[in-house]
């Protein structure tokens, strides 16, 4: 019975579209992630000068402190809209896929 009901969900167009959009998704959200990752750690291997540079005149915080908080923040902001993408519009789908299966 369960082999007939990964047939027919496998089968279905919305499954395939499914995994599809999800895969791509997915793959989009990590090549950005890994772009502010690896561009963030070849300044700080090919740049050190600007990263250490003070934000301000008298200041000490330098522009590496903004920049390193940023990358924390991108990851968390890039989570959150997978996130949320997941819970409505895949979880959405993949529940017409099994109603549709049963």
Known sequence: MHNDTYEKIRANPKYQQLVSTRN???WIMTILMLIVYYGFIA??????????????????TT??????????????II???YVRRAN????????QIIQEAK
């Not at 300044?43 to 000490?60: D, E, I, M, Q, R």
């Not at 409505?88 to 529940?95: G, H, P, S, V, Y």
Request: cysteine-free.
């Open 79 to 81: 989570t959150g809209i």
């Open 63 to 76: 522009v590496g402190i903004p920049i390193g908080v940023g990358v924390i923040l991108f990851t968390i």
């Open 43 to 60: 300044l700080v291997a090919f740049n050190k000068a600007f990263l250490a540079a003070p934000l301000g005149s008298t200041g000490v």
């Open 24 to 26: 791509s998704y997915g």
């Open 88 to 95: 409505t519009e895949f979880d959405a789908l993949k529940e």
